[in-house]
Nanobody, 124 residues
Framework: QVTLQESGGGLVQAGGSLRLSCAAS????????MSWFRQAPGKEREFVAG????????SYAESVKGRFTVSKENAKNLVYLQMDNLKPEDTAVYYC?????????????????WGQGIQVTVSS
């Protein structure tokens, strides 16, 4: 069983930066995928970025490419989402998710493990 806990959210002005952290507990196989999703009010939960736990592959939504970076610290069981040049449309609850899929899927149903979510608000 994998449990996930996000931290690092908050309020930031447009153009600013935030770094989200996801602490994972439980056994993580090398084929595990760690991803970030987000859900804005009245919208569907959408894929943001993801990476393989063993490294070597990352994927980003078009809307965040060049602004967001996903990384991990295997020794500490931590996954990060560095968010730069934030825009008001990035405002959402951000979720950390994990799956044993073996590749970075972008569909929420592919992920059985979820954190509780953390609010990110970008003011204009």
């Amino acid at each position: 069983q994998v449990t996930l806990q996000e931290s690092g959210g908050g309020l930031v002005q447009a153009g600013g930066s935030l770094r989200l952290s996801c602490a994972a507990s439980g056994f993580l196989f090398s084929t595990y995928v760690m991803s970030w999703f987000r859900q804005a009010p009245g919208k569907e939960r959408e894929f943001v970025a993801g990476c393989l736990w063993r490294g070597g592959s990352t994927s980003y939504a078009e809307s965040v490419k060049g602004r967001f970076t996903v990384s991990k610290e295997n020794a500490k069981n931590l996954v990060y989402l560095q968010m730069d040049n934030l825009k008001p449309e990035d405002t959402a609850v951000y979720y950390c998710a994990a799956t044993a899929l073996g590749w970075v899927g972008e569909k929420k149903y592919e992920y059985p493990y979820w954190g509780q979510g953390i609010q990110v608000t970008v003011s204009s």
